[in-house]
């Protein structure tokens, strides 16, 4: 091989080395990526994963409040149901009014009326209060 052949192949080689090196200059940027995207995406799987537990957590709160709401108001509506009602009401309003139970005399107001009656037969002129 003479020298201008000589000079090719070295210059080929030196060629050929260059861009072996910048290869492996990619290929080890690559892998620093590689690695600093792996660590990115397993810190956000962790974030997600505890977002996650969080909202399941406030899932099951919600469904545990729902599900007390859900028995007080069954408790309202059976208490309710034996309530009375307005109309109920006004009905008894109008039997009170139609019976004035006020204008009824009690046992007492009877026993002082008929003592006193007894003691106007004995003689005495006593009138009775209305």
């Known amino acids: 091989m003479d020298n201008q052949e000589l000079g090719a192949v070295s210059a080929l080689l030196a060629d050929f080395s260059t861009r072996m090196n910048d290869l492996e200059e ?4 690559l892998k620093e990526r590689m690695t600093i995207l792996s660590q990115t995406i397993l810190k ?6 505890k977002e996650v537990t969080f909202i399941k957590d406030d899932v099951s709160t919600l469904r545990d409040d729902i599900e007390r709401l859900k028995e007080a108001v069954e408790h309202i509506v059976s208490e309710s149901a034996e309530l009375a009602r307005k109309e109920e009401l006004k009905v008894l309003e109008n039997y009170m009014k139609m019976f004035e139970p006020m204008k009824y005399a009690t046992e007492d107001d009877v026993k002082r009326i008929v003592s006193k009656m007894m003691k106007g037969k004995r003689g005495e002129i006593i009138e009775v209060e209305e």
């Open 26 to 29: 990619n290929m080890r940027l």
């Open 44 to 49: 956000q799987n962790d974030r997600l994963n």
